[in-house]
């Protein structure tokens, strides 16, 4: 064929052709003629070809296959007549596309009935043959939606389970200077756990206020008090910085009808950090407690996220590693 710029009308009837083959040719022509062949299919290959096309005759063929791509052109640029593809189910699709582009009835398209005659397929009745219609392959879209939903689950489980975690770190990009405060520090640990009380009244606490720091702890409140940090004076405490000491079932109330004071005074010191009047949450780890050995969530997301200092051996150096995490003690002038 030999090279034009021109669009072609181009005539191969009576050839005995068996297949069409993809040629250059095919993007410039409007007209081509197939009639009188051996062609049994009309491909992929050649519907994307030709895109100037406006007319190909294919009748008197063996057309048993068609493309699913025809779709994409009106059927009125075909000219089948009587064809070999079967007058089944899964060539109802083509009875769809001929009604839904409006096919002109004199580019008629007939398929192959069972008692072997050609009916036009427009009025064949595909009913009668209780035909499923052809859904379109989803897999890839379901499969999608099951990872993007896997994705999402595993989000809000893990939103829900850091969420105090995130509530904490909140709270720290928020954090600012508190002109009511008028302690350092208030130590909250478990006074009937006689180690304990003796490291806090012994060592820490008398340390930490030789260092000049100003210093409210749990047995400084008056029996009968409903822990909301009040001094001897009455007057409401109100610290920079709050210490939670972990020690062995510091928890658990030692009897039934008893409250946990340790988790009382937490629970305090939790909402007065989250509403920014609190600087930070440390806890002391007195008895190298775990995670899993705090039942409160709240705590043991202060464990995770909030500066904690671990004493095993009870050592004075301990002094110093707060002394970095409190920083320099609040100017005098500041306390009420």
């Known amino acids: 064929?030999?090279?034009?710029?021109?669009?072609?009308?181009?005539?191969?009837?009576?050839?005995?052709?068996?297949?069409?083959?993809?040629r250059e040719y095919l993007k410039r022509t409007v007209e081509i003629y197939f009639e009188r062949n051996l062609l049994k299919?009309?491909?992929?290959?050649?519907?994307?070809?030709?895109?100037?096309?406006?007319?190909?005759?294919?009748?008197?063929?063996?057309?048993?296959?068609?493309?699913?791509?025809?779709?994409?052109?009106?059927?009125?640029?075909?000219?089948?007549?009587?064809?070999?593809?079967?007058?089944?189910?899964?060539?109802?699709?083509?009875k769809i596309w001929r009604e839904i582009?409006?096919?002109?009835?004199?580019?008629?398209?007939?398929?192959r009935a069972?008692?072997?005659?050609?009916?036009?397929?427009?009025?064949?009745?595909?009913?009668?043959?209780?035909?499923?219609?052809e859904q379109p392959d989803n897999s890839a879209i379901i499969t999608g939606f099951l990872v993007l939903l896997s994705i999402l689950s595993f989000v809000l489980t893990a939103i829900i389970f850091i969420?105090?975690?995130?509530?904490?770190?909140?709270?720290?990009?928020?954090?600012?200077?508190?002109?009511?405060?008028?302690?350092?520090?208030?130590?909250?640990?478990?006074?009937?756990?006689?180690?304990?009380?003796?490291?806090?009244?012994?060592?820490?606490k008398p340390n930490l206020i030789r260092k000049g720091y100003k210093v409210f702890s749990s047995d400084d409140m008056l029996d009968g008090q409903s822990r909301d940090l009040k001094d001897e004076h009455n007057v409401q405490v109100e610290p920079r910085d709050v210490i939670i000491v972990l020690s062995d079932n510091f928890d658990k109330p030692k009897n039934i009808n008893d409250k946990c004071w340790v988790l009382t005074e937490f629970d305090y010191c939790w909402k007065k950090f989250i509403r920014l009047h609190i600087r930070n949450l440390i806890t002391l780890n007195f008895d190298s407690l775990s995670s899993s050995?705090?039942?409160?969530?709240?705590?043991?997301?202060?464990?995770?996220?909030?500066?904690?200092?671990?004493?095993?051996?009870?050592?004075?150096?301990?002094?110093?590693?707060?002394?970095?995490?409190?920083?320099s003690p609040i100017r005098k002038h500041a306390f009420n």
Request: one cysteine or more; hydrophobic letters at 40%.
């Open 1 to 22: 064929m030999p090279q034009s710029l021109f669009s072609l009308e181009i005539d191969l009837s009576d050839n005995l052709i068996i297949n069409i083959d993809n």
């Open 41 to 94: 299919s009309v491909d992929k290959t050649f519907l994307e070809n030709i895109p100037m096309m406006n007319h190909v005759n294919l009748k008197q063929n063996r057309i048993t296959t068609l493309a699913k791509e025809i779709q994409n052109l009106h059927p009125d640029m075909f000219l089948f007549h009587q064809t070999e593809i079967v007058c089944e189910c899964s060539s109802e699709w083509i």
């Open 101 to 111: 582009k409006h096919a002109n009835s004199s580019f008629e398209f007939r398929c």
């Open 114 to 133: 069972e008692n072997g005659h050609g009916i036009v397929i427009e009025l064949f009745s595909f009913i009668d043959l209780v035909c499923e219609t």
């Open 163 to 204: 969420h105090f975690e995130l509530l904490i770190l909140g709270t720290k990009l928020r954090r600012k200077t508190n002109k009511d405060w008028n302690r350092d520090m208030f130590i909250s640990f478990d006074e009937e756990n006689i180690e304990v009380f003796i490291f806090i009244q012994k060592i820490l």
């Open 293 to 327: 050995d705090i039942s409160n969530r709240k705590l043991k997301a202060v464990k995770r996220i909030c500066p904690s200092v671990l004493v095993p051996d009870r050592r004075h150096e301990v002094l110093t590693r707060f002394e970095t995490i409190l920083g």
